[in-house]
């Protein structure tokens, strides 16, 4: 059974910063991209930060400079740290993880973690 479960999440203070967690289990981690998604109420989901097999990074724009992704294929987690943080990064953050092979492809999601940011 694939489970994905994220934690670090919370209430923080606009400018503090947070680490989320993703650890995975009941796939091969090394295998699969990971992605951080996040929802904020009354918008639809974005893709805020992804890393390849291979360890490249993207960043959606409103967070690059301030968020890092990184995994450790050793522990199967990978990780968003998130400094200078702003009130509109207040959302549920969700961890994904995407096999890409043509012949079998598969994506898993995790239920999310709340990071509210006050102003």
């Known amino acids: 059974q694939v489970q994905l479960v994220e934690s670090g999440g919370g209430l923080v203070q606009a400018g503090g910063s947070l680490r989320l967690s993703c650890a995975a289990s009941?796939?091969?981690?090394?295998?699969?991209?990971m992605n951080w998604y996040r929802q904020a109420p009354g918008k639809q989901r974005e893709l805020v930060a992804g890393?390849?097999?291979?360890?490249?990074?993207n960043y959606a724009d409103s967070v690059k400079g301030r968020f890092t992704i990184s995994r450790d294929n050793a522990k199967n987690t990978v990780y968003l740290q998130m400094d200078n943080l702003k009130p509109e990064d207040t959302a549920v953050y969700s961890c994904?993880?995407?096999?890409?092979?043509?012949?079998?492809?598969?994506?898993?999601w995790g239920k999310g973690t709340l990071v509210t940011v006050s102003s």
């Open positions: 009941g796939i091969i981690f090394r295998f699969h991209a």
């Open positions: 890393i390849t097999t291979g360890g490249s990074t």
């Open positions: 994904n993880a995407r096999y890409s092979d043509a012949r079998s492809p598969a994506e898993y």
